[in-house]
């Protein structure tokens, strides 16, 4: 069975990252303050979320190689499946993480330590369940 899917842009990211190298290589609820800039169209959509809230981000990571399915861990060397790591190199390159909320301002919501490049396009937003 094949799924063709469509998926849209909610908006961008922005983070201090301009190039692989700089961008880490997970997230961290410590790091940088990142910005999670909706669409015009959607500000709306924000009504209900509150600072200190945790939301779930998707984001679509891009320069990535959508063709490898094993690849060594970063932090213990062994090989994996694609699956079985937080690699961005994925057959679908959507980015996840549970962070929480800093700021909400003017359709800007502000987040702490995203590992993606300025300008991600922001997929979607929605309050993490507990125990993510």
């Known amino acids: 069975m094949t799924l063709q899917a469509t998926v849209k842009s909610i908006g961008h ?10 961008c880490p290589r997970n997230i961290n609820p410590e790091g940088p303050l990142c910005k999670l800039i909706l669409k015009d169209d959607l500000r709306d959509g924000l009504l209900g979320l509150n600072v200190g809230q945790r939301i779930l981000v998707l984001y ?3 320069q990535v190689d959508r ?14 499946g694609i699956f079985a790591l937080r690699t961005p190199n994925r057959c679908n390159p959507i980015g996840a993480a549970v962070l929480t ?3 909400i301002h003017d359709g800007v919501i502000s987040v702490r330590g995203l590992d993606c490049l300025n300008g991600t396009p922001l997929l979607d937003i929605k309050p993490a369940m507990s125990g993510e």
Request: glycine share 4%.
């Open 13 to 22: 990211i922005v983070t201090p990252y301009k190039t692989l190298d700089e």
């Open 60 to 62: 679509w990571f891009e």
């Open 67 to 80: 063709t490898i399915l094993r690849q060594h861990s970063r932090p213990t060397g062994e090989l994996a």
């Open 101 to 103: 909320i800093e700021q």
